[in-house]
Structures are given as C-alpha cells and as structure tokens.
C-alpha cells in the first residue's frame, strides 16, 4: 500500500518513534479527517484481529460473547448520578436523524453499562440466573479535549472489548474481579508484555464502581499506560437499574455486578515494548506473517529455487505456520528491511548453496542466525520460535524492572518519576497522595500492587510519617 | 436466561412466526428502548459468529480485513451529489461532544463510500497499487422511517459486511462485480440457502452505481428480502475524491471501483428458510452446537451412563464437532423441545439399552432416527451430518422453487405475487414497469435473471407487446 521509507528515528525519541513506527509498519493512518479517529491498515488490523482472538479465547472459556446497541437514550443515560459525572463532558450527542430533530437525543456508547443493564434488569429473575458473564468487542466515543494519540487517546475507540457480569453476592463479584485480572494478566502474558497491577486510589476508580483495580503498562519513556481496568460495581448500578434475583428462600435480592475492559491501548503496549529502531517486534502468537521466506535467486538455479521456496512454504503452511513467501523482484536486503519493519518474527532464506547443503538459513528478528537441517525443519523451526517467544518475553521484563524505582524520599520519587515507576511508602490518604502529586508532577496510581518486582512490606508514608505500604507513581498517558 | 415457553405460532403465520422464533430460540432480544435496535442474545450473536465465520473465510482469499471510522464530516459525506439523494432522509447526525455544539456535524455511516474513497485518494499512486480489495464487518446506520424488523429493518445494523474494490479499468470492476456475485452465491449455498440473483433496473440501482446486481431470497411469506448487493461505481466516486494512479505510460487516470455488502439480513434469511413449527433449524456449518447428547438416566445405572456421555462428548469433540451434553435434571422430553427450538441438526440420546447394545441413538432435527455402532462412531455420525445438510439444501430448493412461477398476462402476475416471485416478460422500460408496479402492487426487482429455475427465453412485454426478455417481480420486504 506504501514504498517502504528509510529509517526510522531511534526507539529513544519515543514519542517520534511511535508515530513513524505506526505509519511505516501500517498499522495506522493518521489522515482520516476527523480529530482522533484513525483508519486501521490491513497488517495493523491483522496483528489487532491475531491479538483478539487471544482474548476471545480466554474469554470463551466462561463467557458468552454478545451485542448491544451503539445507541442510548439520554433518560437511561442519565440514570445513574455518579457514571454521568465521570462522563458527561466526553460524550457524543445524536440529535437529529435525516432532516428531523429527534425526540430523545441519543448518547454514543462511551461504555455499555447503561445499554446492557436495562436488559440484564429484565433477563435476571431467579438465582438460578446468575452469575451471568457477558462480553462485547464493540466501537465506543469519548469526546476527548485532550491531546489525541492513534491507539492510545481516542474519540471512536475501535475495538473496546468489555464484559459485564452479574452476581448474587458481593463476595461472588469480588471473586469475578480476581478471576477478570487474572485472565488478563494471562493475556498480557501471552503478548509477552510485563504489567504491573495495582488497586487504584478512591477518587481514581472507575464512576460508580465499589472499587477499581487496573494493569498498567510502563511505555519506553518511562510513562505507564493503563491498558485494562476491572471495576467492582457492587449494587451502585444494580439499583439504579433494578437488577434483582429470588433467592432460594424466595425472598428479592439486589444483585452485585462486575465490568471489565480493555481497548486497542493493548496494541500500543505490545508495539511500544518489543518495537525496536528496525521497526516492529511480534510476539509469534500475535505476527500476522511468522515467517517470512526469502529465496536468494541467481539466473541460471531459478526455477530450482522458487520450487524450494514454495516447497517450503507449503510445508511450514501444514505445520500451522503463517508464511509469506517474498518473490519480488527487489533486492534481498530490501525484502529483509520491509519484513524486519513488520515485525516478522523469523525470516527464512533459501539459495543455491541451501539446497546443496540441505538447509536453510533461519534469521530470527533479533538478528540470530540458525542453520536448520532440511531433514528436520518442522522441529527445528518450533524450537526457534519457542525460544524467540522466551527471549522476547526476559528482554521486555528486563527493560521493565530497569524502569522500576524503589524510593524513600519525594527527591528520589522526582527523579525516578522522570524515567519510570516510582514504589513508595504512602499512608493512603488523599491529601498525603495530592501533595506527592503535585509535587513532582505524577498520578499516584494504586496500592496493593501485584508484581514480582514489587515487594508488599510495610513502611511510613514519606509524607506524613503514618504507616503505610508501597504504592506506586507515574507519569501516566 | 430465559425458561422454554411453549408452542410457537405455526410458520405459515410466518410474520409471528418469525418474532416468537427470535425470542424462543434466543437469536434477538426486542426490548431495548430505542426503536429499531436490538439486542443480539448470546446463542444468536454464537450464530452470527459461525456465518460471518463463512463469509470472512471466503473474504480472506484475496481481500484483506480494515476498519474505517464509523464518523464522517458533513463535508466529506456531502461530496457525491447522487449519493447524498439516496442518504439524507435516513442519516442520524452527531451535533454535539460533551456539553459543546461540534463545528462540523458528524454523520453515522449509512454505508462508507465517503468514509473510506478519501483514504484511497491518498492510497492509489500508481497501477502498481491496483486492484486493491478491502472489506469491513462494521455497524452502519438508516434512519428508517418505515416499520422497523429484527435482521430485516434496522436502524443500527450492527453486521454489515462492506468491500469496496479499486481496479484500474471499467472492465477489470466488471469482472470484480462478477466474482463478488460468485462470491455471495458460494456464501448462500454454504448456508443452504437457495438465491435469485438479478440485474436491478435503472431506477433502484445503488445511489452513485452504474449498476447493481442484487441477491434476493424468497421468504415462507412469498415476499423477496434483499439479502446482498453488488455494485459497479464505475468512476462516479474516483472522479469526486479524485482517485487516480500513473498508468505504465506515466499518465494520470481515472480509477474504477465496486462495492459489496451484505447485512445480518442473511441471519433472517437463514433462519426463515430453514425453520419450522418446531423452531430453528440449522445448517450444521453455522450451528453454535451440531450435537446435543441427551443420557437417558435410570437410576441404578446413573453413574455409568454419566460417564458414556461424557466419552462420547469427548470424542466427537475430538473429531471437530461442537457438542453440548446436556445434564440438567429434567425429562428428556423436555430436553428435546430445548434442542429442537435451537436449531441444533443432531442429538445423540444414550440410555442403558444403547450401551449394552453397542450403540447410540442418532436423531436429526428432521426427525430422523439412525442407530450408529459405537465402533464406527465418527464415520457413522459425519454420514448423517452431510446426508442432513444436503437434505436441508433440498428441501429449501424444493420451496423456493414452488414459489417461483412463470406467468404470461397481469392477471396471472397478481396471482403469482401473491404467493411468491412471478417471472414475466418485461421491455426493459420504466413506463412498463411502473405500469405493473401499480396495478399489482408489486416491485420489479430485475433483469438478467441467474437462477436455475428460470429460462432466460426471448418474448414479448406483457403490457407493451415489444420483444422483451425475463424479468422478475416480488413483493418485497
């Protein structure tokens, strides 16, 4: 769809790296004519569409996938009092229909919970109901006034996956929670991409939820992303909604909900962590083309070598692989250019001297050469892959834990704030987080924090002196 | 999520017929407070999946998968002055983002000719990047002021499947329209769903086409629903956001283009072809579950029928059958009647008397009773399955088929169109047309006719008496 374009501006200079980077490995457009909205290209919608699929699989195990409508009439809208605060200024507002003012104005989703609890209100009867477990991959609309970013700040996210679950008790919904970032924990696992999770602060949490817990993502200039939230909702919304059950003694019950999401913010994270200044780097499970290969052709062994090439690819094809074999006539490094841009996890190449060896030449993405014997090539292949995917996977939670800083005083915050996750001591009050955060210019992300490189000892607030436990801050997108 | 509620209304009342079987076999929930949208209930959204499933597959062979916004500036969707015509009356418009009136009014898609041609402005360079063929599931947007239907009549269509294709001549989009009409013929037929395909007149082509060429399916009720259309744009739209690309000869040309789409319309015709009084019946191809296994529990054998069920479930699921056992402690009849409504094709039933005999029960959802050796498990159970299918295939045929009649004189044509699609000899003249369409309150859905029940034979127009050629007239949905 483009001539590839020289080089890109090194990984350092991320924010310049991202926007060239989503350009030249075609993922996105940034041309469309409306202000923070983008147009997927055909590779980037194919590493969105391989990505999804892993978390439709996770998801498949015990949720059932579902549709609900884009639109919402403003008086459901407007149901509950504390969701409408959280989103009144961001959203889209439909008034009209052909040349007609419309009666009811109707609200672009910003998020379903006032789409699909009208309806969970009339599907939940009996505690033989519950729980429920729904999910939606669907487009929603914030009216964003701040700066936009393709993926990460959007005004028509594309691809918000969400669910939305029902229970009988609190306890029930609690464990939902548990069981929503263990699932994505599992997902971001998959897509090699270290998280960090963490319970975010009272006046953080998700509009009318009981409490949030999120993922974040530490992005290459030491910002963190967050790309995945899951919100305990108590009976706030069950309520306002009227989402009751008889229990088995026959009595009418509230029931207690749960909603989780993630966006296309998690193709951000997996391009930010791996990309590297050649371009992208794909986690196989997600590389829309796994193998790329390369016959290295002279004039008078051509027709023998594009039949090994395709040979091979039939081959690779029957063992499962996706495979793209690259016959134009173009310079070889220019072939290895274009698929190093995209990503490709393994480039195989094929020439004279190959086939007389009875071998190829398998080049992974990070430069290692491997000679495979011909005789072997399907277990040879996989063992490469696999330890491409481990390799992949040690060099992001290397790059991670170098962004993490243990700290003691709001100096050492300020200055680990500048290239990373700062862990601190806060006693969890506001005023104590306010003062931090002003200090030094960062978002007081969240407490009880689950990672490996995190340790959950007690301490003093380095603020107030009170007792306290770590919590962590950032720079935040 | 919902109990089993008694009969259906017989499918010759098909219009009840077909709003009870939504609700009963869980495809559509009409409920939701805004008129002409809907909510997918999971086994229907399961449905959705295989279907679309078919179509992507088929898709994937030479088109790759995108997404466009879902927003379009007033300006942009303004541009083509023949398309516009077509749209106005039925666009919703965003006017507003938060609190603040937008400075240009967003349009929802209808369609996305004016969302995507932009981008092609700026994709197509030169022959080099020609054709290009791209599609996208999406949902799209009509202000329909008639009688809104599920799948039928919508005003979120919340499936449409669109490509739009880019070629460099008229005749290379000629011969795109003519794969898209294969393509989309190869789609019904996976689906068993028996099509008439034909050329639309002048007057009812896609605003800004050359021409249309539509896929119609004739329901129980003898009206046609129009389930596919493909259309040739010729240079209409690459003259209005000027797309062009250098020539071999580095001239600057005019592109042509088609565009296609398809609807969940093809969900209502699946389930309105194949279903009966006792609920859904589908092709195994698109059936969420293909084999319900029922155990027949007596119980001093209990723990030993349990346990062939689940070996059974086991195994076919092995063999690539979706299964669902079903354990509920309910009467098996009841179980049946729950299968039946969902359309599933096959249900296993294993009782103490199959297990000492060696073999299981097979019943289509025909009713057909099979008994299967347990040796031969797999093999006897895919012989069933395709028998079923091709059955399926039949009877549909046989029905469209009898609905389909040729007639020489008005006063047969009224007839005809009363009980499904009549084939006359028309002039090919809007005069004549009108003429017809008035006096029976019918439509002239088109020439060219591609069906195998209808001779495409020379005659006479049946109101002018000038040589004519076949043509088709319907009601229509």
Not at 100 to 112: F, K, Q
Not at 316 to 333: E, H, N
Not at 436 to 455: H, R, W
Request: hydrophobic share 35%; net charge negative; aromatic share 10%.
């Amino acid at each position: 769809m483009q001539e590839d374009k020289g080089a890109l501006p090194p990984k350092e200079t991320f924010s310049e790296w991202y926007n060239d980077i989503l350009w030249q490995a075609e993922i996105m457009d940034v041309r469309y004519p409306v202000k923070g909205v983008y147009v997927w290209f055909p590779h980037g919608f194919a590493v969105r569409k391989a990505t999804y699929a892993i978390l439709r699989e996770l998801l498949d195990k015990d949720h059932d996938e579902t549709l609900f409508p884009l639109l919402i009439p403003e008086n459901e809208f407007m149901k509950e009092a504390e969701h409408i605060k959280g989103f009144e200024e961001e959203v889209y507002w439909v008034t009209h229909g052909g040349t007609s003012e419309l009666d009811v104005p109707l609200a672009l989703r910003p998020t379903s919970e006032t789409a699909i609890y009208p309806m969970y209100a009339l599907w939940v009867r009996s505690h033989a109901d519950l729980p429920i477990k729904l999910y939606q991959i669907v487009n929603t609309f914030r009216y964003e006034t701040k700066h936009t970013r393709p993926l990460i700040r959007l005004r028509e996210i594309t691809s918000f996956k969400e669910a939305h679950t029902v229970h009988a008790t609190w306890k029930d919904a609690e464990s939902q929670v548990n069981d929503a970032v263990t699932l994505y924990r599992t997902f971001y696992d998959r897509l090699c991409v270290p998280v960090i999770i963490s319970r975010r602060p009272e006046w953080d949490k998700f509009p009318g939820a009981d409490y949030t817990i999120a993922t974040d993502v530490i992005m290459p200039d030491g910002k963190t992303l967050q790309a995945g939230t899951v919100h305990h909702l108590g009976d706030h919304f069950s309520r306002t909604f009227d989402i009751t059950y008889e229990d088995a003694q026959g009595e009418q019950q509230l029931a207690y909900q749960t909603c989780y999401g993630i966006s296309e913010r998690c193709i951000a994270a997996l391009i930010s962590t791996h990309g590297d200044d050649k371009g992208l780097v794909l986690p196989p499970a997600v590389a829309p083309v796994q193998i790329a290969i390369v016959p290295i052709i002279i004039k008078k062994r051509e027709e023998e070598i594009r039949a090994e090439a395709e040979k091979l690819e039939t081959e690779l094809k029957d063992a499962g692989f996706r495979v793209k074999t690259d016959f134009r006539s173009i310079r070889p490094g220019a072939k290895y250019y274009h698929w190093e841009m995209r990503g490709v996890p393994l480039r195989i190449e094929i020439g004279p001297r190959d086939i007389d060896n009875g071998v190829v030449m398998a080049v992974t993405r990070f430069g290692e050469k491997n000679t495979v014997s011909r005789d072997s090539l399907i277990p040879g292949i996989q063992t490469i892959m696999n330890t491409f995917t481990e390799e992949l996977k040690e060099r992001a939670e290397q790059k991670a834990q170098e962004k993490i800083f243990s700290v003691s005083s709001l100096e050492e915050a300020r200055e680990a704030a500048g290239k990373g996750v700062a862990v601190i001591q806060w006693c969890g009050c506001e005023e104590c987080a306010k003062t931090i955060e002003t200090e030094i210019d960062v978002s007081v992300l969240g407490t009880d924090v689950q990672s490996k490189y995190i340790a959950d000892t007690a301490g003093t607030c380095i603020i107030c002196g009170k007792p306290s436990r770590p919590a962590i801050i950032a720079r935040t997108y």
